[in-house]
C-alpha cells in the first residue's frame, strides 16, 4: 500500500524552529517529488512548494520562498518541512502529497498540526 | 484569495445530484490538467477525480468530472450524507510555476 506517513502534532512557541516529516513507503521515493500543502483553521487548502527526492531540488511558491525550507533524505525515504522562527501566523495543517503528475496529489499523508502561541 | 475560484457553499437532498463549478484562466488549467479533491470533516484530501474527468480506483461512478476550456465542473449524482465535505479543485500554473487549488466548496446534503 502507497502511504505517506507524517509525524505528529507539534505545540511551539513564536521564534522557535520547527522541522516536521513525511515518510512514504509503499512506492520508489525518489521516482516521485513529494508537495506540501498548508491549510490554516477553518481555511482552504494552500501550495507551498516541492521537492524531487532524486536530487532535493526544490520550487517554492512565492507566498512561502524564504520562510519556509523543503529538505529529503532519500535514504530513509523522507521529506522535511522546516521553519527557523515560527510565528503565530504559522499555525496550521500541514500536509505532504506525492505528485502523480503535474497536477495530480495522490496520496495525501494524514496531516501534521502545528500551533504556534506564546 | 485563490487562484481558481469555486463558489463557498452547495446543497442538495439525498438522492438528489449536485454541480460543482471551477474556473481558472489560460495558465493553469486552461492548457494543464484539473484534478477533485475531497476532504471529509477532520481527514485529510482524497483525490476524488484527476486529469479532468478519470475517476482513480475505489472511487464509484456517482462522480464525475468535465472541462470546458478555463471551467470544470464536478458532478455527484445519487447524493448520500456520507458525501457532505469540502472539495477542493486543484491545478498547475505554468505562469506562477506553482500548484493552485480553488477555494474550496463545502457540501451539504441537507
Known amino acids: 500500500e502507497v502511504q505517506l506517513v507524517q509525524s505528529g502534532a507539534e505545540v511551539k512557541k513564536p521564534g522557535e524552529s520547527l522541522r516536521i516529516s513525511c515518510k512514504g513507503s509503499?512506492?520508489?521515493?525518489?521516482?516521485?517529488?513529494i508537495n506540501w500543502v498548508r491549510q490554516m483553521p477553518g481555511k482552504g487548502l494552500e501550495w507551498m512548494g516541492r521537492i524531487d527526492p532524486s536530487d532535493s531540488y526544490t520550487n517554492y511558491s512565492p507566498s512561502f520562498q524564504g520562510h519556509v525550507t523543503i529538505s529529503a533524505d532519500k535514504s530513509i525515504s523522507t521529506a522535511y518541512l522546516q521553519w527557523s522562527s515560527l510565528k503565530a501566523s504559522d499555525t496550521a495543517m500541514y500536509y505532504c502529497a506525492r505528485l502523480m503528475t503535474t497536477t495530480v496529489f495522490d496520496p495525501w499523508g494524514q496531516g501534521t498540526l502545528v500551533t504556534v502561541s506564546s | 484569495q485563490s487562484v481558481l475560484t469555486q463558489p463557498p457553499s452547495v446543497s442538495a437532498a439525498p438522492g438528489q445530484k449536485v454541480s460543482i463549478s471551477c474556473s481558472g484562466s489560460s495558465s493553469n488549467f486552461g492548457n494543464n490538467y484539473l484534478s477533485w479533491y475531497q476532504q471529509l470533516p477532520g481527514t485529510a484530501p482524497k483525490l476524488l477525480i484527476y486529469d479532468n474527468n478519470k475517476r482513480p480506483s475505489g472511487i464509484p461512478d456517482r462522480f464525475s468530472g468535465s472541462k470546458s476550456g478555463t471551467s470544470a465542473t464536478l458532478g455527484i449524482t445519487g447524493l448520500q450524507t456520507g458525501d457532505e465535505a469540502d472539495y477542493y479543485c486543484?491545478?498547475?500554473?505554468?505562469?506562477?510555476?506553482?500548484?493552485?487549488f480553488g477555494g474550496g466548496t463545502k457540501l451539504t446534503v441537507l
Open positions: 486543484g491545478s498547475w500554473d505554468s505562469g506562477l510555476s506553482a500548484g493552485v
Open positions: 509503499g512506492y520508489s521515493f525518489t521516482s516521485y517529488w
